[in-house]
C-alpha cells in the first residue's frame, strides 16, 4: 500500500499485492481454493461503498467488472461471485472470485468455509498476472 | 417487470417487486430473517457484472450505494453486505442486506443458511418504504 494508507492486519496477512491502481491496492487471496482477487479502495476509514465518493464508486465498479471479466476469460470459470461483506475486516474490501461446480464450496459462498489452502508464494497464477494486465498495475511498492 | 423483460422465476418467488428504477427491478426477500433488498437490472441474458456496459454499471453502483446507506440509516445496522453471487439463479441480481450482531448467520454470510422465515404480505417493512423513497420508484407495473 501507499505509505498514507493503511492496509487491514488480516488483509495483509491473507493476501499478497499485485499492484496498484489511482483507487485501490488489487490484492491475490493466499488461499488457492479458488481464483480469487480481492480490492482494498486507498482510502482511510471507509467500511461501507455507500462512504465512497461518487467518482470512487464508479471507478471501484469499473475496476471490479474488469476483474471479473479477466477471471472468466482466463480461468473459464461458470460464474463470478462478487461481494463486499466485510463483517470480519471492517475495511472496505470486495472479493472477485471465480466458482465451478467442482469448487470446494459450489454452490454456497466461499467465506467462511473450510480450510485455507495457502498458496506458494513462488510463481503467480495466470489469472494473477492477466488480471495485473487488465489492470494496468502499477507494481506494488 | 417490464413487459420487455422477464424475471427469473425464483427470483420472483423470492421477492415482492417495491418498484423499478430506470436500470433495475427493486425486490425485497420474502426472507425477514434480515432487511434484504434485491436489485435486478433490467436487461435480458446477462449474467455477470461485467457483461453490462459502462453506463449500466454506473447506474448500477450508484443504486447500491443510495440502497447501502438507506438500509443503515433506517435499520441502525452494523454493517451492509452487498453481494452479487447467482449460483443458483443465475440471472444477475445483488443483494444488500443489513447485518447485525445478534442476526441469524453473522458474521458468516446470509445465503443458503437456515430455514427462510417468511414475511407477512401485509405491510412493508419500514426500511422498504425508505428504499423505496431514496430511488424515487416507480410502483410495480
Same mark, same amino acid.
Given at each position: 500500500m501507499t505509505e498514507d494508507h493503511l492496509l487491514d492486519p488480516r488483509l495483509e496477512s491473507d493476501t499478497l499485492a499485485l499492484g496498484e491502481t489511482a483507487l485501490c491496492s488489487v490484492r491475490l487471496a493466499r488461499d488457492g481454493r479458488w481464483p480469487w482477487i480481492i480490492l482494498v479502495p486507498?482510502? !482511510?476509514?471507509?467500511?461501507?461503498?455507500?462512504?465512497?465518493p461518487a467518482a470512487d464508486l464508479s471507478l471501484l465498479i469499473t475496476e471490479i467488472a474488469l476483474v471479473s471479466e479477466t477471471l472468466k476469460r482466463s480461468t473459464g470459470c461458470l460464474k463470478v461471485n462478487v461481494a463486499a461483506i466485510g463483517n470480519l475486516v471492517r475495511q472496505l474490501h470486495v472479493h472477485v472470485v471465480a466458482r465451478d461446480e467442482?469448487?470446494? !464450496?459450489w454452490p454456497g459462498p466461499i467465506w467462511g468455509v473450510g480450510t485455507p489452502e495457502l498458496r506458494s508464494n513462488t510463481s503467480l497464477p495466470e489469472f494473477a498476472s492477466e488480471v495485473q494486465q487488465a489492470l494496468s498495475l502499477a507494481p506494488p511498492g
Open positions: 486507498k482510502r !482511510a476509514d471507509v467500511t461501507e461503498l455507500h462512504e465512497l467442482d469448487d470446494a !464450496a
